[in-house]
């Protein structure tokens, strides 16, 4: 139940994506309304799921996972029978935080649940393999439900997953929390929640307000001073949400890290897929979708070899050689023609699949184990928050690149600067705007069009892949040179199973 609720999370990140279209003409959304109905999910997600992730360790992990399941149904019925924009954000902005709620109790549950290593190990790399499966399937499963219904089903189908899962958990889940100790740093949690937020928005802005542009300058410069005002926080506070001699330890910080960059290669490369799917290979939204499934079964295939590498291995090697199969995989990706053709593509994704799904369970285990249990919660917020700011800087980056790149590129061929200018104007707006315009053109014209169109998305995306190639290939060699060989459990620290403490237990540490 606990992985069925991580599922729903992750799908819910992206289930969206391909029914924009119609959401957009149902509702009459304007291209920002737009952008906030898909952003609006993970700007919460990602602001606010650290200083949750700390509260759940008090509160209850079965309790918050419960309570963020419920939020997130609720949120999803509202967005389901939403008339205005206005009503469909704030439906995923309710989502975004129920998820917070939610994702750092699923980790910090299943630390609770399985003591023994080798069973954590093995619940772990499940958790790691359900979260992307259900992330990369959410394209297939909303284009599915647009297709035969409408976009209200994407929301729709959250009801009957909360209902089962808030039931089951109930009577499956046992409830675990940390010892009773000082009082909570609310200080440090709206600072971290604030900080988070501003960089999450500016990162999301930035590829459509221009990065240089004042809001997003000031949004990332309100992020420094507010996570350094977090930091100084943190540091200096008799009881620190965050305990900074955490993120020192390798098998937290460097880990964390591994993860985040690993994701900022990841999803900004599936984001660029998505455009070549469509725009060069010619597949429908929903066609592409289909299409993008050898990335998650590669990711489960990983994630379930992880366990045995990692028994006979380790940590560090696990982690650096899933990192290595990334870059090859990213390499594959940079060798891409305009005749490669979806073999190519589905290779890609394969390869990039099982390396991320060993970098996932073996990069996320060695987090966990490096906390102590009565902050499983927290680590669980601290490996959730990096992953959801490298996400979104992925996207972000290489979506930016890549229409830099192609602009540049395209307008400046001479089968475009010898036609209308509506056609180089379209490239600037969207790259998936070129076919409408070149539509309008005559036979000739047309088909040169397309062929410079092509020739410039196969460049950009050339230069995105290698350019992410280069990230996680930095990133294993450090990996490689401060990540511990292997990670060492901490000392099984005293917990409570209810909502009562044990007659005689301890402070933590």
């Not at 999803?76 to 954000?89: D, N, R, Y």
């Not at 647009?146 to 808030?166: D, K």
């Not at 600072?191 to 542009?213: M, N, Q």
């Amino acid at each position: 139940m606990v992985c069925l609720g991580l599922f729903m999370l992750g799908m819910d990140l992206t289930v969206l994506n391909v029914a924009v279209p119609q959401l957009r003409e149902a509702l009459d959304a304007t291209t920002a309304q737009v952008q906030w109905i898909v952003d609006g999910y993970a700007l919460m997600l990602g602001g606010s799921v650290l200083a949750v992730g700390a509260v759940t360790d008090r509160w209850g992990r079965r309790r918050c996972f419960v309570l963020g399941v419920a939020v997130c149904g609720a949120s999803s019925v509202g967005g389901a029978l939403a008339g205005e924009p206005w009503q469909v954000i704030a439906s995923r902005c309710g989502m975004g935080a129920g998820a917070a709620l939610l994702m750092p109790a699923t980790l910090g549950a299943l630390h609770h649940m399985f003591p023994e290593p080798e069973l954590r190990r093995r619940a772990i790399a499940v958790w790691a393999a359900v979260g992307g499966l259900g992330g990369l399937s959410g394209p297939v499963i909303g284009g599915w439900l647009v297709e035969h219904a409408s976009w209200r089903a994407a929301f729709w189908i959250n009801l009957p997953l909360t209902l089962v899962i808030i039931t089951a958990s109930c009577l499956l889940v046992p409830e675990s929390r940390a010892p009773r100790s000082a009082a909570f740093d609310a200080a440090g949690a709206l600072l971290s929640t604030a900080g988070l937020l501003a960089l999450v928005w500016a990162i999301i802005e930035g590829p459509h307000k221009g990065w240089t542009s004042a809001q997003v300058v000031t949004g990332f410069t309100l992020a420094g001073l507010i996570l350094a005002a977090f930091l100084l926080r943190e540091r200096h506070a008799r009881a620190p949400m965050l305990p900074l001699h955490l993120l020192a330890r390798p098998g937290i910080g460097v880990a964390a890290a591994a993860l985040a960059l690993m994701s900022f290669a990841l999803f900004g490369a599936l984001f660029v897929l998505t455009l070549y799917l469509q725009g060069v290979l010619g597949y429908s939204p929903v066609e592409a979708g289909v299409r993008t499934l050898p990335l998650p079964a590669g990711l489960a295939v990983g994630a379930a070899a992880a366990v045995a590498v990692q028994r006979h291995l380790g940590t560090r090697a696990t982690v650096v050689s899933g990192l290595l199969v990334v870059t090859v995989a990213l390499g594959v990706w940079a060798t891409t023609t305009v005749q490669s053709g979806y073999g190519h593509c589905a290779l890609f994704q394969t390869i990039a699949g099982v390396g991320a799904g060993l970098v996932a369970a073996a990069g996320t285990e060695s987090v966990m184990e490096s906390v102590p249990t009565e902050q499983a919660g927290l680590g669980s917020a601290i490996n959730d928050a990096t992953r959801q700011v490298g996400s979104a800087l992925g996207v972000a980056v290489q979506g930016s690149l890549l229409t830099a790149v192609f602009t540049a590129r395209f307008v400046e061929a001479p089968a475009v600067t010898a036609t209308v200018p509506e056609v180089a104007d379209a490239a600037r707006h969207s790259l998936l705007s070129v076919p409408d315009q070149a539509g309008l053109l005559p036979p000739a014209e047309r088909i040169a069009v397309l062929s410079a169109a092509r020739d410039a998305f196969i460049d950009a995306m050339t230069l995105t892949a290698t350019t992410a190639a280069a990230v996680v290939l930095l990133t294993a060699a450090a990996a490689a040179r401060w990540l511990a060989p292997r990670t060492a459990p901490l000392p099984a620290p005293h917990t409570r199973p209810g909502p009562l403490p044990e007659a005689g237990t301890p402070l933590s540490d």
